[in-house]
């Protein structure tokens, strides 16, 4: 089964907080993504990598930023907290297109409140 | 407008019922459909995966597509207070791995 982890469930942080949340996967898979999901606007894609060190802008990048530094490794960074990033965040992974186009698979979800 | 819609529900049904859930999209590229269950403070856990049009079945449920009328559907038999949750469908365009998702509809099944 695929396992993707993140490593808060839930997370309280202040407005201006530089936050770190984190994604590990162990099924090697080359592409890895991260949403947030708000009532009424379901899932939005902030941003995904489909290699190391690799990052490509989703649908809603402001205030964000990666970092992919080890394939099983994917992390989400809020420069500077603001209450309006207030959300649940999750995490998938899925193998690379050529290797059949295979669902995303996710993890658990952070829930982060920016007080 | 929307790539996909979804009604978010909710959708109460007492137990035993048959379950339809919808979703409507405009890109004609979208060429594989999936069905993601959510249940409450977890995250979205794939349930059915399909390739163009026809109908896939496992267990109790049944994905349907009909790439003609731009519209998909999961059918769920003999609904279980289990079956609870929010349901998701998601899209994908050939040659493409940025999946597009309806909003959820929010099932709840009563005994």
């Known amino acids: 089964d695929v396992k993707v982890t993140q490593s808060s469930r839930y997370l309280v942080k202040r407005t201006g907080e530089k936050v770190f949340l984190e994604c590990v996967q162990d099924?090697?898979?080359?592409?890895m993504f991260w949403y947030r999901q708000d009532p009424g606007l379901g899932l939005r894609l902030i941003y995904f990598?489909?290699?190391?060190?690799?990052?490509e802008k989703g649908d809603i990048p402001e205030g964000y930023s990666v970092s992919r530094e080890k394939k099983e490794r994917f992390s989400l960074i809020l420069e500077s907290a603001s209450t309006n990033q207030t959300s649940m965040y999750l995490c998938?992974?899925?193998?690379?297109?050529?290797?059949?186009?295979?669902?995303?698979?996710f993890g658990d979800g952070t829930r982060l409140s920016i007080l | 407008q929307k790539e996909v819609e979804q009604d978010p529900g909710p959708l109460s049904v007492p137990e035993g019922a048959i379950v339809s859930l919808n979703c409507t999209y405009s890109?004609?590229?979208?060429?594989?459909f999936m069905w993601y269950r959510q249940y409450s403070r977890k995250g979205p856990e794939l349930l059915m995966y399909?390739?163009?049009?026809g109908n896939k079945e496992d267990g109790r449920f049944t994905a349907q597509v009909d790439k003609s009328s731009k519209y998909i559907s999961l059918f769920i038999r003999d609904s279980q207070p289990s079956d609870s949750a929010t349901y998701l469908c998601?899209?994908?365009?050939?040659?493409?791995?940025?999946?597009?998702f309806g909003a959820g509809t929010r099932l709840a099944v009563h005994p």
């Open positions: 998938a992974s899925s193998p690379l297109m050529g290797q059949g186009n295979q669902p995303q698979h």
């Open positions: 998601a899209m994908l365009p050939g040659g493409y791995n940025k999946l597009i």
């Open positions: 890109n004609s590229a979208f060429q594989y």
């Open positions: 990598s489909y290699d190391v060190k690799m990052k």
């Open positions: 399909t390739y163009s049009s």
């Open positions: 099924m090697d898979h080359e592409n």
